[in-house]
């Protein structure tokens, strides 16, 4: 067996000693750090890609939204117990209450002006009864227990 072997610089049994030809270390995420396993395309901690390179030219278009994170929204949907689609209509019905309250400011000249300024605010307040109507039958089961 020991003829299979040609040239070898050291005995047989011994695994040889390889040469490094350059200093590489293994890659690790750049988000949380974890060495990316082999031949891995994302890392197994965090999900990130591992050839994924954020140029400086590309625009980060979600910081634009970062001001959500000040809402909380999750915390306001417990604050008020109601699923999503019917916090949003109740949101839209408290505006269009808004908007037929803010039609009484406007300023009358006459009678036609007033019996528009009426219209409108019937208009807006139907809107709200709407929005609050389709609030309450979309509302599920089981958020009320």
């Given at each position: ?72 929204f999750a ?67 089981k958020s009320?227990?």
């Open positions: 067996m020991s003829d299979l072997v040609h040239n070898a610089q050291q005995e047989f049994w011994r695994p040889p000693v390889m040469q490094p030809t350059s200093q590489t270390l293994p890659d690790a995420c750049r988000r949380c750090g974890t060495e990316f396993m082999v031949g891995a395309a994302f890392c197994h901690i965090c999900g990130m890609g591992r050839h994924h390179r954020v140029s400086a030219g590309t625009v980060n278009w979600t910081k634009e939204f970062a001001f959500l994170k000040a809402l909380e915390s306001v949907k417990e604050w008020f117990g109601l699923p999503l689609v019917s916090l949003c209509s109740f949101f839209i019905g408290t505006a269009f209450l808004i908007m037929a309250l803010a039609q009484g400011f406007r300023s009358v000249q006459d009678f036609t002006d007033f019996e528009a300024i009426q219209l409108w605010r019937i208009q807006w307040l139907m809107a709200a009864c709407a929005a609050f109507l389709v609030g309450i039958l979309l509302k599920s089961r009320e227990s």
